[in-house]
């Protein structure tokens, strides 16, 4: 579980972010999911955009995504999200108050 501070940390690192995870009229599928794994493996930290076309609200689409790939779901702005995962082997994130 992530704290505040950790959380205002991340957001600000996604703030200059560009999506590379986008979910469309299909949600999540199996290869959203192996996309949304694979990218937090390499960068622990990935943003996210729900189409327009989506026709369920970004707020559970990101939820439902973050549990599936067992990250943690820092924030929802809009149709943009960030999905925090650490990577045990080789961490780049230094978070702060660890």
Do not use: D
Request: hydrophobic share 40%.
């Amino acid at each position: 579980m992530l704290t505040g501070k950790q959380k205002r940390y991340l957001r600000s690192l996604g703030n200059e972010m560009e999506p590379i995870l986008l979910v469309g009229k299909e949600e999540i599928t199996n290869n959203v999911l192996k996309q949304a794994a694979e990218a937090l493996e390499a960068r622990e930290l990935i943003k996210g955009r729900v189409l327009q076309n989506c026709a369920e609200a970004p707020e559970n689409i990101a939820s439902r995504l973050a549990e599936a790939v067992e990250a943690e779901l820092v924030q929802v702005i809009g149709r943009n999200f960030l999905l925090y995962k650490k990577n045990k082997e080789k961490p780049k994130i230094e978070l702060p108050g660890n």
